[in-house]
Structure formats: C-alpha cells, structure tokens
T-cell receptor, first 114, second 111 residues
Framework: NAGVTQTPKFRVLKTGQSMTLLCAQD?????MYWYRQDPGMGLRLIHY???????AKGEVPDGYNVSRLKKQNFLLGLESAAPSQTSVYFC?????????????FGPGTRLTVL | ELKVEQNPLFLSMQEGKNYTIYCNYS?????LYWYRQDPGKSLESLFV?????AVKQEGRLMASLDTKARLSTLHITAAVHDLSATYFC???????????FGEGTQLTVNP
C-alpha cells in the first residue's frame, strides 16, 4: 500500500513551457485534491475532484487544468508556466465527506519556473 | 469566504515547557483537522475534531475544538526536540470536503 504518490518530485521549467503532474492513490478514495504551498501562506486548494470524471475549481485555479479519467489518478496541468507558479505542489486524497476522513497527502513536487 | 488564522506563526520554546497554539476560523464548521509538516516533507495527519467540545490527545499533544467560539487549540505538554515542526490547522467548510488551511505555526523546541 503506497498511499499517495506524486510524479515527478522535482522539475524546472522555462516560462511558457507546459507540464503535467501525476498523482496516484491506491486507497480507493473518492476525493482527490491539488494544493500549492508557498512560504507563509499555508496550503491553497487549486482544483479538486469528488469522483472519477468530475473536477471543480478551488481557491487558486487560474493557470491550471486537471483531469480525473481514472479513480486512482488525478492530473494537474500547466499549459504555459509562469514564474508565479514556482511552488511546492501537494496532492491529497480522502474517502467520503460523511465519514469525515482526513486527507492523506503525497510527498510533494517542487516546481521552479525560470 | 472562510478564513483560518493561526497564532503564533513562529514559536521557539525550551524543552520541558508547555505552550498552546491557537486556530481561529471565520464561519461555522464542526470539522477541524491538525497536521504536522517536517521541513521538506509532506503533511501528516495528527487529529480530526468533529464536534463541539471534542478533545483528542496523542502523546504530548492535545487538541480541542470549541465550535461556538470558532476556536481550536493545540496544547503542547513538556515539549521535546522531536516536536519541532510546522503545525497546520485546517477547517472543513460547508462546500463538500474542501479544507481551508491556516498559515501554519513553525515550532522550534530548543534543548
């Protein structure tokens, strides 16, 4: 049981390049989330998904897109990277809200945009 | 819009001392979470508080929730160096399992 995994762990992009971050979970969780963490700002929700084939915007969705084609995977895309997107990105997953299950976090992806 | 504020943001304390971290939030919620993050690492769940008056304890850490005051506390008893980390509270708003995080409290326990 690997929990939540993220690929890649580190990445450096040039402004305008695109990339996709992959999150995978093996806990059969319904809900998945993408956050970014910046110094002094805690974690901010980018997008989330409440089930396969569904996505929704979070607090800071601009410049990002997501897809949840399979229940176990949640992809975060940057179409045209900007230096403001330099951050640490965390994926998380949880079961169902009714159980008030906590969110389980992946190890993070450190992204630098030059 | 739900806002979550923690204080203090930075806390330096000596081993053996007690201290409390506060988490205030702005709108009604009865679900609050505490996480720990070590430098360069991911977030680890510490406590889930689901109702008014809930109290959870694990080792030297004890968390409580007062939904009427919109306040949660994380109390540290007889701190040890291993507790040095950043602690986040997060509140589950009313729109479907979305957490809003506080800024985090960076705790340093000195020998």
């Amino acid at each position: 049981n690997a929990g939540v995994t993220q690929t890649p762990k580190f990445r450096v992009l040039k402004t305008g390049q695109s990339m996709t971050l992959l999150c995978a979970q093996d806990m059969n969780h319904e809900y998945m989330y993408w956050y970014r963490q910046d110094p002094g700002m805690g974690l901010r929700l980018i997008h989330y998904s409440v089930g396969e084939g569904t996505t929704a915007k979070g607090e800071v969705p601009d410049g990002y897109n997501v897809s949840r084609l399979k229940k176990q995977n949640f992809l975060l895309g940057l179409e045209s990277a900007a230096p403001s997107q330099t951050s640490v990105y965390f994926c998380a997953s949880s079961f169902r809200r009714m159980t008030a299950d906590t969110q389980y976090f992946g190890p993070g992806t450190r992204l630098t945009v030059l | 819009e739900l806002k979550v504020e923690q204080n203090p943001l930075f806390l330096s304390m000596q081993e053996g001392k007690n201290y409390t971290i506060y988490c205030n939030y702005s709108t009604t919620s009865d679900r609050l979470y505490w996480y720990r993050q070590d430098p360069g690492k991911s977030l680890e769940s510490l406590f889930v508080l689901l109702s008014n008056g809930a109290v959870k304890q694990e080792g030297r850490l004890m968390a409580s929730l007062d939904t009427k005051a919109r306040l949660s506390t994380l109390h540290i008893t007889a701190a040890v160096h291993d507790l040095s980390a950043t602690y986040f509270c997060a509140v589950d708003g009313t729109s479907g399992s979305r957490l809003t995080f506080g800024e985090g409290t960076q705790l340093t326990v000195n020998p």
